[in-house]
């Protein structure tokens, strides 16, 4: 299981960490929770499936992309 840091290589600046775990709740997708302390950040990060983030950056690309039409 990994964090969306970890699946991004960088922190979450634009609410996508929201958007993941409302659609984890959507899809009852399991998840952990680890807690985390450095100078930058202190509090827990939610922990899903690399194919659950997978799935979820698929979907989004979908629903982001401007030339549909």
């Known amino acids: 299981m990994m ?3 970890d ?3 960088h922190p979450d600046k ?3 960490g ?3 775990n ?6 009852k997708q399991p ?9 930058v950040y202190k509090g827990y990060v939610f ?7 997978d799935e979820y950056f698929k979907i989004a690309e979908i629903f982001e992309y401007k030339d549909l039409m």
């Open 18 to 20: 929201k958007k993941v």
């Open 31 to 39: 998840y952990k929770q680890r807690y985390i302390k450095n100078p």
């Open 22 to 27: 409302a659609y984890a709740k959507l899809k």
């Open 7 to 9: 699946y991004q290589g």
């Open 14 to 16: 634009d609410g996508t």
């Open 3 to 5: 964090s969306l840091f």
């Open 47 to 53: 922990l899903y499936t690399k194919e659950f983030l």
